[in-house]
């Protein structure tokens, strides 16, 4: 058990820290937050948008004064990942938004994170410089050559101190592999390999290697009126590096074994939970469809997120789920109105605690949802700029489904379906989520006594 981790509903509260972004007025469309990742240590937090930036936020560094109160992170660096493209053979525009971000663990001085929109993954370096080289021969200050006839000595260079400059660069660039648009990256645990996921296709590529992936997945049927479903996130085992898992639109999950095929057409393991036949409906199959699957850290257990419900399985059972958690049970009634405004597509992500005891998940209205996966209790929980005091402790809300409404209760009928809590991200080893709510990026803790 880690430090700090109790359980979920008896000790720990959870705090307003802080909150990034401008109020909700004139916010545009390249504004909106569409990944958040914490590194391995927790220290930087990622944020990528719709506009194709990623933001870069640091943990300060806390201070002796208030020992009690933990550093606040701040921005460290800001960079344009992805452009907008056009792509002329199919006529499409090719957006810049950034579908994931993956840190890799750091080894040196430098940062190094993974960043993809739907056609090209990027891998950027992210380092800090203090110092500048003065004194060249061939080039005078301002960096112009010199005349080498002019030039009656040798200067040694010398390096001056300078203010603290973050720079991202661009170190390699992983594009043409992907007809479909990609929808997930995972990093191996060997660290010299990532595999990227489309629709249809899943590619292993080797850091050192931009020009050829290997096609380790391929769903797609010699006609294409025969396709039945396709691949909607994929992830490799936090440990064996020749293991990973894909998720299907059709509620499935598949685990797959590198050693035993070049091409892992045919899975070591399939997981599905048979349908109950009392709850089918016309809307069945899209709100079965997942649309995240995560490892535990342990890597014993996969869980899986679809449109109602969180399921915990254990890789050991492949015909049920050994959890299951009702997120938003109370929008069964109203599938037919999420239909019409599409909301039925949406695709949340899902998030365990750094020792897998506790999962969280986000809804509609800035609710979130944490499942404490000991004592099965759950709480909601809401993003709001209403409760951003500091360290304003959050109040657990509840949504009233039919009957007399109690004072602190919300109505399902008043719930706002514009605003989602698709992304969040837990702290490796602390209390600490990022939560992100349209073009705000909220930070909770527990409360510190």
């Known amino acids: 058990m880690i430090p700090g981790f109790g359980s979920l509903m008896q000790d720990v509260l959870w705090c307003f820290s802080q909150v990034k972004g401008t109020i909700d007025i004139g916010v545009t469309e390249a504004d909106i937050i569409s990944t958040v990742e914490f590194n391995h240590t927790g220290e930087l937090l990622a944020t990528g948008d719709k506009g194709g930036r990623v933001v870069i936020f640091q943990r300060e560094q806390e201070s002796k004064n208030q020992p009690h109160r933990r550093g606040e992170y701040n921005v460290y660096s800001t960079f344009q990942s992805h452009e907008p493209e056009f792509d002329y053979l199919k006529s499409l525009e090719i957006e810049e938004k950034i579908n994931k971000i993956r840190w890799l663990p750091q080894q040196n001085a430098a940062y190094f994170l993974l960043s993809t929109n739907d056609k090209t993954v990027k891998l950027w370096k992210v380092s800090e410089r203090d110092k500048r080289p003065e004194g060249y021969n061939l080039k005078d200050e301002d960096g112009r050559l010199r005349d080498p006839s002019m030039i009656t000595m040798l200067r ?26 990609i929808n997930s990256i995972s990093v191996n645990s060997d660290y010299e390999t990532y595999m990227s996921a489309d629709d249809l296709r899943i590619n292993l590529w080797n850091f050192e290697i931009t020009n050829q992936s290997f096609n380790i997945v391929d769903i797609k049927p010699a006609n294409m009126e025969e396709l039945t479903e396709v691949i909607t996130a994929a992830e490799f085992h936090p440990h064996h590096c020749n293991t990973f898992v894909y998720s299907s639109s059709k509620g499935t999950i598949r685990l797959c074994d590198m050693r035993t095929a070049a091409l892992c057409d045919r899975h070591a393991k399939f997981f599905e939970e048979p349908e109950d036949p009392s709850n089918r409906s016309f809307f069945s199959e899209i709100i079965s469809s997942i649309s995240d699957v995560k490892f535990s850290h342990s890597g014993r257990y996969i869980m899986t997120r679809d449109y109602l419900t969180v399921k915990v399985w254990d890789l050991n059972m492949e015909n049920r789920p050994i959890e ?18 599409d909301c039925i597509f949406d695709k949340f992500e899902c998030v365990w605690n750094g020792s897998d005891s506790v999962i969280m998940t986000g809804s509609y209205n800035n609710f979130f949802r944490m499942f404490d996966r000991n004592t099965k209790r759950d709480v909601t929980l809401e993003a709001s700029r209403e409760n951003s005091k500091p360290r304003a402790i959050l109040k ?13 209760e919300i109505s399902v009928d008043s ?9 969040t991200a837990w702290h490796p080893s602390e209390n600490i989520i990022a939560v992100a709510a349209t073009n705000n990026l909220y930070i909770f803790q527990d409360k510190v006594n």
């Open 156 to 181: 040694v260079p010398v390096l001056r101190p300078m203010d603290l400059m973050v720079e991202a660069t661009p170190r390699r660039v992983f594009a043409n592999a992907h007809t479909y648009h």
């Open 324 to 341: 299951t958690y009702q997120v938003h049970d109370y929008l069964r009634s109203k599938l037919c109105s999420l239909y019409e405004n």
């Open 396 to 408: 657990p809300r509840k949504v009233c489904v039919g009957g007399k409404r109690r004072k602190d």
């Open 415 to 423: 719930l706002d379906f514009s605003k989602k809590i698709l992304h």
